[in-house]
């Protein structure tokens, strides 16, 4: 086997990419040579021209007779560029932001809502980045407001407002799936924004306020049945001694009186009025009357 043969697998990438691997040939070779001589006899005035610098954070994509050279990205650094047989492209590796306007979606409960976000990516290939599509970045923003329309066209209203974090993370597959092809790597996709219509608002709001009254009449209901449970033990425990229940009595005045009231109403029992009572009658009928 011969050992200067591409594999396959190569093969296939270098046809995706647009790259050749083949050699420029006896007309390419002519037209090299012409451009080193140019450069040679307008030296030092062409090398101003020829030398180019790539910053950190770029990569420069040369074609030679419009093929890619050296199947990949040249940079960071300075670079040689042939005057008229080199063209270049400069590709920006850092992370770019896109934010997706808001779409105007038909949830699967029929509830029309506007939802915004925002994509994070970059650019990790950028030779797949010129070769495979025309424009990188306005691809990679259709893609995306496509991919939030159709995933959120299959939620219902509640699934977007409380799971979106699990929204945002599969839209960020299927980005990342789908712009592998083209040199990009989606870090982070964040839904911003949900907008209900007004009335919707207004409704959600009245079901939220029924359901908190109705759960704080139950925690009211289930306090009144824990109080009379408790008072239904304490008269038990009152009953059982007569005592108690007078010192419990006294304490309740103590309490009433050391909030300076002015008036103090204390309740006597009904047999102690009836003993009162039962005296005064005997004594207005020992009292002789007067002639």
């Not at 030679?64 to 040249?74: C, D, F, V």
């Not at 779409?103 to 797949?128: N, W």
């Not at 007569?242 to 309490?255: D, G």
């Amino acid at each position: 086997m011969d050992s200067g043969a591409a594999s396959p697998e190569k093969q296939g990438k270098d046809t995706l990419v647009g790259i050749s691997s083949n050699r420029l040939g006896v007309c390419g070779w002519i037209l090299w040579s012409l451009s080193m001589l140019l450069m040679i006899i307008t030296f030092p005035i062409s090398i101003w021209m020829c030398l180019k610098i790539i910053k950190e954070y770029e990569r420069a994509v040369v074609f030679r007779l419009g093929r890619i050279q050296a199947n990949k990205a040249k940079g960071p650094g300075l670079i040689l560029v042939l005057p008229c047989i080199d063209v270049f492209v400069k590709v920006d590796l850092r992370t770019i932001t896109c934010n997706i306007p808001p779409q105007e979606i038909l949830t699967r409960d029929s509830v029309t809502t506007q939802v915004d976000g925002v994509v994070y990516y970059r650019i990790h290939s950028a030779v797949s980045a010129v070769a495979n599509v025309n424009d990188v970045h306005q691809a990679t923003f259709l893609l995306a407001q496509t991919t939030l329309r159709n995933v959120l066209g299959t939620q219902t209203l509640s699934q977007i407002l409380a799971g979106r974090e699990e929204i945002a993370h599969s839209i960020q597959t299927l980005l990342d799936d789908a712009t592998e092809l083209w040199g990009i790597r989606v870090a982070r996709v964040e839904i911003k924004d949900v907008r209900i219509p007004q009335q919707l608002q207004r409704s959600m709001a009245a079901e939220a306020e029924a359901t908190r009254e109705a759960r704080a009449r139950v925690v009211a209901a289930e306090g009144e049945m824990n109080a009379s449970k408790s008072l239904k033990s304490a008269s038990m425990v009152l009953a059982e001694s007569p005592i108690a229940l007078q010192l419990r009595y006294l304490q309740t005045l103590t309490t009433v009186a050391t909030e300076k009231n002015s008036t103090i109403v204390f309740p006597l029992p009904m047999n102690i009025l009836e003993g009162i009572g039962g005296i005064c009658y005997d004594n207005h009928k020992k009292v002789p009357q007067k002639a």
